[in-house]
């Protein structure tokens, strides 16, 4: 059988778009846990190996599927659900619904970052600036580009891929 695995880390919001994606389809992907710690020498051949860099820093999400390996969590989200989730309708057949839920995606997970500093005054700043991002930006783009008929979700009624996208991000931002 060709090889399906899923490289993540339970920590990282980013992985975590590629795992709902694979849990929602509920396709036979074989979750292997990279330790960012302590990354093993495979998984750290296989991301230089997708992005052709053999100096580059490994990274999760990297999925593969059978000859494909591919990485970035939008770019793995989408492909698993186009592949895998025909019946659940997670991908908006209109495209410019596809695109509105990808551009939210996409400025969401500009906005809103995992918060590292080293010092407490340049975290305060960046906690600042994704507080003013949140309820400035975010708030003026949902209310611009989303569904305009209630609903809640991104795009109305129906969750979709705009949520894959950006859950892991928003339940962490609510933790600050
Ligand atoms: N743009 C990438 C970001 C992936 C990313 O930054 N993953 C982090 C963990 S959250 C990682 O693996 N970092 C490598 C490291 O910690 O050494 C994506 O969307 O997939």
Redesign the pocket.
């Known amino acids: 059988m060709a090889t399906k695995e899923l490289w993540a880390?339970p920590?990282?919001?980013?992985?975590q778009?590629a795992w709902i994606s694979v849990t929602e389809t509920g396709a036979p992907f074989e979750y292997k846990v990279v330790d960012?710690h302590d990354k093993a020498p495979d998984f750290v051949a296989l991301y230089r190996r997708v992005v052709a860099d053999e100096s580059a820093?490994?990274?999760?999400?990297v999925l593969v599927d059978g000859d494909l390996e591919i990485?970035?969590?939008?770019v793995v989200a989408e492909y698993v659900l186009r592949t895998y989730g025909g019946s659940l309708d997670i991908l908006p057949a209109d495209p410019g619904a596809m695109a509105k839920a990808k551009l939210w995606a996409e400025l969401f997970g500009s906005n809103v970052a995992?918060l590292k500093s080293d010092t407490k005054a340049k975290l305060a700043e960046a906690e600042q600036q994704m507080a003013r991002a949140l309820a400035q930006v975010l708030d003026a783009l949902l209310r611009s580009q989303g569904s305009q008929d209630g609903g809640d979700y991104f795009l109305g009624g129906k969750y979709s891929i705009a949520e894959v996208l950006t859950t892991s991000l928003l339940q962490r931002a609510l933790s600050y």
């Open positions: 880390a920590v990282c919001p980013y992985a778009r960012l820093n490994a990274k999760v999400p990485t970035e969590s939008p995992i």
